[in-house]
């Protein structure tokens, strides 16, 4: 017996590693496509709700940029997590509620998974340093702000030269962000230049700008 081949139309979900601003125009398109729509009177999700999530993780999102502190990022993860969450939960509903129905589909403001084209692997971001700590005697703690799509890391450090000579760089992977990374055996009293650059699909990034301390 032959078989048919059904072909659903199937709402792209994965957002989750899109910026922030992608993420929160498909939220809003989803919003305004399903609001008061007479094809899905059923949502899983409260449009009203939906709505001050959205906004409180743009909220959230443009006091991460602003400020970069740990705990303005853990509050737009936290929203933005939340609002995903009801995303895929509306994206489920109206794969089914539209009845394979382009029209109907098109008309809730998610866009279909297959018209969804691929998107090239880009290069990583700088890092950058965000703190440079004393640790024991002789070591210090570097704390990277990180990256998207980065593999691992590369600390470089050097003692401050003489006027005019080079620095003679020491290089160190570094496989995550957290913990910090330990810097060890540096000589105290001697002033240090730290550097960190990401690698990624395409290669390393650009080296960041140095931080500086002297060891103790």
């Not at 853990?74 to 939340?82: I, N």
């Amino acid at each position: 017996m032959p078989k048919t081949k059904l072909n659903v139309i199937k709402p792209f979900l994965a957002i989750n590693s899109l910026p922030d601003g992608d993420v929160l125009h498909r939220l809003i398109s989803v919003h305004d496509g399903m609001f008061n729509n007479p094809a899905y009177t059923t949502p899983p999700v409260d449009m009203a709700g939906f709505k001050a999530v959205i906004d409180a993780y743009a909220t959230a999102a443009a006091a991460a940029r602003h400020d970069g502190g740990k705990n303005a990022v853990t509050e737009r993860d936290k929203r933005r997590a939340e609002a995903i969450y009801m995303y895929r939960l509306l994206g489920h509903y109206v794969e089914a509620a539209s009845k394979n129905d382009m029209n109907t589909f098109v008309s809730s403001g998610f866009q279909s998974a297959s018209t969804v084209p691929k998107t090239p692997p880009q290069p990583v971001a700088t890092p950058i340093i965000v703190s440079l700590d004393q640790g024991t005697t002789g070591q210090f703690l570097v704390t990277i702000k990180p990256v998207a799509h980065a593999r691992h890391y590369e600390l470089r450090y050097a003692a401050s030269p003489a006027a005019g000579a080079a620095l003679n760089w020491t290089t160190t992977l570094v496989s995550s962000t957290k913990p910090p990374a330990a810097l060890n055996n540096l000589t105290p009293g001697t002033t240090y230049a730290v550097q960190v650059r990401a690698y990624g699909k395409l290669g390393y990034s650009n080296w960041s700008a140095s931080a500086e301390r002297m060891a103790i």
